[in-house]
């Protein structure tokens, strides 16, 4: 058996329409959905991250703002720019790029953005609104992998999901959105004793700790569903994830590749969060 392909770039198409769709439908009642990112220093990766959201937001119809800050910007500047987009009514999703640089302390930024705005869904409001499923915002890549796992139209209830991973950004939102959807959830991590026994009783694994071949063949059960969150280089220097994809996809029933999985869906779901921040304004 060879694993269907969850094509994460097709998926993000069709809802990135519907986002386009919607924020029309929101302009014709005077909103047009703003959404602010603040990049501080030159991290190359960063610059590629924040290019494409802005990017997606202009190809969506949203409005986007990209402020660009020397690396020797002040905490204390960084600050009073967030409260001046939490005031600005233009502006519905801010977002900080991180990694910040190491005179700026990242978790003091991230909760002085509005939590009505934290479109990366990273404040500790957010997390709380996650843990106790009020409405809030959804972390961005997590969100994205609940999208993929809905695409293949499985059932959640009552299956058991194995999460590798306890990053507040990734593996534990992911663990409570799982929960949300009345999947059993096991969380393991770096201190896990024998990680293949948990993982052979899954129905679904979302692979999320940075290091590939994390996840081998040996450790799947034949037709679980497997979502990479991984990003790692391969000694070609290939984009690969966590998941020995080569090898898992002859075992699993559903994989989400690297490139082309996950990744789309980060971007992606950021739009979807910004969209429904300017939505409340008029519910």
Same mark, same amino acid.
């Given at each position: 058996?060879?694993?269907? @392909?969850i094509?994460?770039?097709?998926?993000a198409?069709?809802l990135?329409?519907?986002v386009?769709q919607?924020?029309?439908?929101l302009?014709?009642k005077?909103?047009?959905p703003?959404?602010a +990112?603040i990049?501080?220093?030159?991290d $190359?990766?960063?610059k590629?991250y924040?290019?494409k959201?802005?990017?997606?937001c202009?190809?969506a119809?949203l409005?986007?703002?990209l402020?660009?800050?020397e690396?020797?910007?002040?905490?204390?500047a960084?600050?009073?720019?967030? %409260?001046a987009l939490?005031?600005? $009514?233009?502006?519905?999703g801010i977002l900080?790029q991180l990694?910040l640089p190491?005179? /700026?302390?990242?978790?003091?930024v @991230?909760e002085? @953005?509005s $939590?009505?705005?934290?479109? #990366?869904?990273f404040?500790?409001a957010?997390a709380?609104?996650?843990m106790?499923g009020?409405p809030g915002? &959804?972390?961005?890549?997590p969100?994205g992998?609940?999208?993929l796992l809905e695409?293949t139209?499985? #059932?959640l209830?009552?299956?058991?999901?194995?999460? /590798?991973?306890?990053?507040?950004?990734?593996g534990?939102p992911?663990?409570?959105?799982?929960l949300q959807?009345n *999947?059993? +959830?096991?969380?393991?991590?770096?201190a896990t004793?024998n990680l293949?026994?948990?993982?052979?009783?899954? #129905?679904? /694994?979302?692979a999320a700790?940075g290091?590939? #071949?994390?996840?081998?063949?040996d450790?799947?059960?034949p037709?679980?569903?497997?979502i990479?969150?991984?990003m790692?280089?391969n000694?070609q220097?290939?984009?690969c994830?966590d998941?020995?994809?080569a090898n898992?996809? %002859?075992v *699993?029933? &559903? /994989?989400?590749p690297v $490139?082309?999985g996950v990744?789309?869906m980060?971007v992606?779901?950021l739009l979807?969060?910004?969209? %429904? *921040?300017a939505e409340r304004?008029v519910?």
């Amino acid at each position: 058996m060879t694993a269907q @392909i969850i094509d994460g770039n097709a998926v993000a198409k069709q809802l990135r329409t519907e986002v386009a769709q919607r924020t029309a439908a929101l302009k014709t009642k005077g909103i047009t959905p703003g959404l602010a +990112v603040i990049l501080v220093g030159e991290d $190359p990766a960063s610059k590629v991250y924040v290019g494409k959201k802005v990017q997606a937001c202009e190809e969506a119809g949203l409005h986007s703002v990209l402020e660009r800050y020397e690396a020797d910007l002040t905490e204390a500047a960084l600050l009073a720019r967030v %409260e001046a987009l939490n005031q600005d $009514p233009s502006i519905h999703g801010i977002l900080v790029q991180l990694p910040l640089p190491a005179h /700026i302390d990242a978790h003091k930024v @991230i909760e002085s @953005i509005s $939590p009505a705005k934290d479109v #990366d869904g990273f404040h500790v409001a957010s997390a709380g609104a996650l843990m106790t499923g009020t409405p809030g915002f &959804w972390s961005c890549t997590p969100y994205g992998c609940i999208k993929l796992l809905e695409s293949t139209g499985m #059932d959640l209830r009552g299956k058991h999901a194995v999460v /590798i991973g306890r990053s507040n950004n990734v593996g534990k939102p992911m663990a409570l959105m799982l929960l949300q959807k009345n *999947a059993t +959830v096991t969380i393991c991590h770096s201190a896990t004793q024998n990680l293949k026994a948990h993982t052979l009783q899954a #129905d679904v /694994i979302v692979a999320a700790v940075g290091r590939r #071949d994390t996840l081998t063949a040996d450790m799947v059960k034949p037709g679980a569903v497997v979502i990479d969150v991984g990003m790692n280089r391969n000694d070609q220097g290939k984009l690969c994830g966590d998941v020995d994809f080569a090898n898992v996809k %002859e075992v *699993a029933g &559903w /994989i989400t590749p690297v $490139p082309g999985g996950v990744g789309p869906m980060t971007v992606t779901m950021l739009l979807v969060n910004t969209l %429904e *921040a300017a939505e409340r304004l008029v519910a």
